[in-house]
């Protein structure tokens, strides 16, 4: 395990505010890398494609790998830390709600392309979820998502810190402290 990689996920279910608070750090100055799902759909609706969500799940997935793999590469040894809008091992949940189980290059992929080890994980918040043009799950799905993240990152190995709801800037001051070293 990588306790000391400055790669940090945020993830949870679609709609629980990680993409706000990812562009809130931004903001203040810390490099991120946004969510490969959403400019894959907006892709694959420019192109006429099937590769997204109520689709393909299959192409959508090794899309997914490919342009996750292709940031984690992109940033693995920039100085201080990285804040990922989901990573590698969110497509562990993923497969195995969605595909009819985990692949064997995305369990090798989850093993051999290691984030730090606290992972910050956003619960379900019904009072700031909407859907939008890339995210059409209802609620029902994002609780799902969320519930099969919470395994998924504790079977890859992963400690899950749950991120209170709250506003932005305290979402934000939370993470900023809990990766502080002591």
Same mark, same amino acid.
């Given at each position: 395990m990588n306790s @000391?990689? !400055?790669?940090?996920?945020? %993830?949870?279910?679609?709609?629980?505010?990680? %993409?706000?608070? /990812?562009?809130a750090l931004q903001q203040r100055g810390?490099?991120?890398m946004p969510e490969v799902a959403r400019a894959i759909i907006q892709t694959q609706k420019i192109c006429g494609g099937d590769a997204h969500h109520?689709?393909? $799940?299959?192409?959508y997935t090794a899309l997914m790998l490919?342009?996750? =793999?292709?940031?984690?590469? $992109?940033?693995?040894? %920039? &100085?201080?830390? #990285? +804040?990922f809008d989901r990573?590698? !091992? &969110? @497509?562990?949940?993923? %497969?195995?709600? +969605?595909c009819g189980g985990v692949t064997p290059l995305v369990k090798a992929s989850i093993k051999h392309y $290691?984030?730090?080890?606290? #992972? +910050? @994980? +956003?619960p379900p918040w019904p009072e700031i979820y909407k859907k939008d043009a890339e995210r059409?799950?209802?609620?029902?799905?994002? =609780?799902a998502t969320y &519930?099969? /993240?919470? &395994?998924?990152?504790?079977?890859?190995?992963?400690? @899950? #810190?749950e991120v209170p709801k709250q506003p932005i800037h305290q979402r934000c001051d939370f993470i900023l402290e809990k990766i502080r070293p002591a």
């Open positions: @000391l990689s !400055p790669l940090f996920i945020l %993830t949870g279910g679609p709609g629980a505010g990680k %993409t706000t608070v /990812l562009n810390f490099n991120v109520m689709g393909n $799940r299959q192409a490919e342009q996750s =793999i292709a940031d984690y590469l $992109r940033v693995k040894n %920039t &100085d201080g830390p #990285v +804040f990573g590698i !091992p &969110d @497509l562990y949940s993923y %497969t195995h709600q +969605f $290691r984030y730090n080890q606290t #992972v +910050f @994980l +956003f059409q799950q209802n609620f029902q799905e994002a =609780i &519930d099969s /993240l919470k &395994d998924g990152y504790t079977k890859c190995g992963y400690s @899950l #810190v």
